[in-house]
């Protein structure tokens, strides 16, 4: 008996699989080891393989690829309307074993060895910098316990925090004054974490054309490009440039019912991370074009959209617009061109 279609339940050492046959019957659905997963599939006939998209699944996906096998991977909450009954390890295999076959189901792009090494590098920068900023806020409010008011910003810590501690004339104790030595030497620290990060990541983009290429876009720059490039693979897998958008939750969510239109806030769906460095940059552009007088022969869109709504509406707007020239470039492999206006067919 020929089997067509698996699925598998991913997990650190105990695997579900479930197969079912050319007819969708059920051939199987069994545990196996992380020791025995290789061996069980090189000795099967190439067949599709659906996993959710959740931790090591690129890894599997690549390596279950080079057998011979055809590998999607599906979100996970787009796999939890098909499990039938109470949530176990192989009614999930049976429920992604039908997922997959679904010509509706959306299917999430595998990343390479490269993507997943770029991506971890932003990973952890991004964690360092949450330290750092948590640990910021902890030295202004352990200060403002002792009546001692640091503005926010880093810079201001690393700058007033010294002075506070050497002056004698505040009414910190002595050993007060040494933890918040250790604590600012530790803020230091992560700063420097950062920094030789973001220096990975800026070398990196350096040396990727399509990442280069994306630089040249108004509000991204060389650590949202090289984001960009290794979350979003093969642009050719999206079918245009709002479905990157709506990939980045950059589009309105809808209540619409009876032939009503009802368009709520942006969905907020997909990486927030990407998300959230697109609508930074796009803050940068208003920022500059509203307050240092540039861009305005480039960006009337945008100062069209500025005098019709406030800054946050135009900033999520200009994110969405970046994100399918993104997809534009990317797809066609083309040169970000200013005031660029497409040909009518």
Same mark, same amino acid.
Request: proline share 4%; aromatic share 6%.
């Given at each position: 008996?020929?089997?067509?279609?698996?699925?598998?339940?991913?997990?650190?050492?105990?695997? #579900?699989? /479930?197969?079912?046959?050319? /007819?969708?019957?059920?051939?199987?659905?069994?545990?196996?080891?992380?020791?025995?997963?290789?061996?069980?599939?090189?000795? *099967?006939?190439?067949?599709?393989?659906?996993?959710?998209?959740?931790?090591?699944? @690129? /890894?599997?996906?690549?390596?279950?690829?080079?057998?011979?096998?055809? =590998?999607? !991977?599906?979100?996970? #909450?787009?796999?939890?309307? %098909?499990?039938?009954?109470?949530?176990?390890?192989?009614?999930?295999?049976?429920?992604?074993? +039908?997922?997959?076959?679904?010509?509706?189901?959306?299917?999430?792009?595998?990343?390479?060895?490269?993507?997943? &090494? =770029?991506?971890? $590098?932003?990973?952890?920068?991004?964690?360092?910098?949450?330290?750092?900023?948590?640990?910021?806020?902890?030295?202004?409010? $352990?200060?403002? +316990?002792?009546?001692?008011?640091?503005?926010?910003?880093? &810079?201001?810590?690393?700058?007033?925090?010294?002075?506070?501690? +050497?002056?004698?004339?505040?009414?910190?104790?002595?050993?007060?004054?040494? *933890?918040?030595?250790?604590?600012?030497?530790?803020?230091?620290?992560?700063?420097?974490?950062?920094?030789? *990060?973001?220096?990975?990541?800026?070398?990196?983009?350096? #040396?990727?054309? $399509?990442?280069?290429?994306?630089?040249?876009?108004?509000?991204?720059?060389?650590?949202?490009?090289?984001?960009?490039?290794?979350?979003?693979?093969?642009?050719?897998?999206?079918?245009? &440039?709002?479905?990157?958008?709506?990939?980045?939750?950059?589009?309105?969510?809808?209540?619409?019912?009876?032939?009503?239109?009802? !368009?709520?806030?942006?969905?907020?769906?997909?990486?927030? %991370?990407?998300?959230? *460095?697109?609508? @930074?940059?796009?803050?940068?552009?208003?920022?500059?074009?509203?307050?240092?007088?540039?861009?305005?022969?480039?960006?009337?869109? $945008?100062?069209? =959209?500025l005098q019709r709504r406030n800054k946050n509406v135009a900033a999520v707007a200009l994110a969405n617009k970046n994100a399918r020239v993104v997809w534009a470039l990317l797809a066609h492999g083309r040169s970000y061109e200013a005031g660029y206006v497409r +040909?009518? =067919?």
């Amino acid at each position: 008996m020929k089997i067509t279609t698996i699925g598998i339940d991913l997990a650190k050492n105990v695997f #579900q699989v /479930h197969g079912v046959d050319e /007819h969708g019957k059920a051939v199987f659905n069994k545990p196996l080891k992380r020791e025995q997963m290789a061996a069980f599939f090189v000795n *099967l006939p190439p067949c599709l393989i659906g996993m959710e998209a959740c931790g090591s699944a @690129h /890894h599997w996906s690549r390596k279950l690829q080079g057998m011979g096998h055809t =590998v999607r !991977l599906m979100a996970p #909450q787009f796999v939890k309307p %098909y499990v039938k009954t109470n949530k176990n390890d192989a009614a999930d295999a049976a429920a992604i074993c +039908e997922a997959v076959t679904r010509p509706s189901m959306r299917f999430v792009p595998i990343k390479n060895v490269e993507q997943q &090494g =770029v991506l971890a $590098l932003h990973r952890v920068r991004q964690g360092f910098v949450k330290a750092r900023t948590a640990q910021a806020n902890q030295i202004r409010g $352990l200060l403002a +316990e002792f009546g001692v008011i640091v503005p926010q910003g880093i &810079g201001h810590i690393t700058q007033r925090v010294p002075m506070l501690i +050497e002056d004698a004339a505040n009414e910190l104790p002595g050993v007060f004054r040494l *933890l918040i030595q250790r604590l600012l030497d530790h803020l230091k620290e992560l700063d420097r974490q950062v920094q030789e *990060l973001e220096a990975q990541i800026v070398a990196w983009h350096r #040396q990727s054309d $399509l990442s280069r290429k994306l630089g040249q876009i108004p509000g991204i720059g060389p650590i949202t490009a090289c984001a960009l490039v290794a979350s979003l693979g093969d642009a050719k897998n999206f079918k245009d &440039g709002r479905q990157v958008a709506a990939w980045l939750g950059l589009v309105p969510r809808q209540h619409s019912s009876g032939g009503k239109q009802n !368009l709520l806030g942006i969905s907020k769906r997909g990486d927030t %991370y990407l998300r959230t *460095l697109l609508i @930074h940059g796009a803050r940068s552009v208003i920022y500059h074009a509203q307050n240092k007088g540039q861009g305005s022969a480039q960006c009337g869109w $945008l100062h069209g =959209v500025l005098q019709r709504r406030n800054k946050n509406v135009a900033a999520v707007a200009l994110a969405n617009k970046n994100a399918r020239v993104v997809w534009a470039l990317l797809a066609h492999g083309r040169s970000y061109e200013a005031g660029y206006v497409r +040909e009518s =067919v």
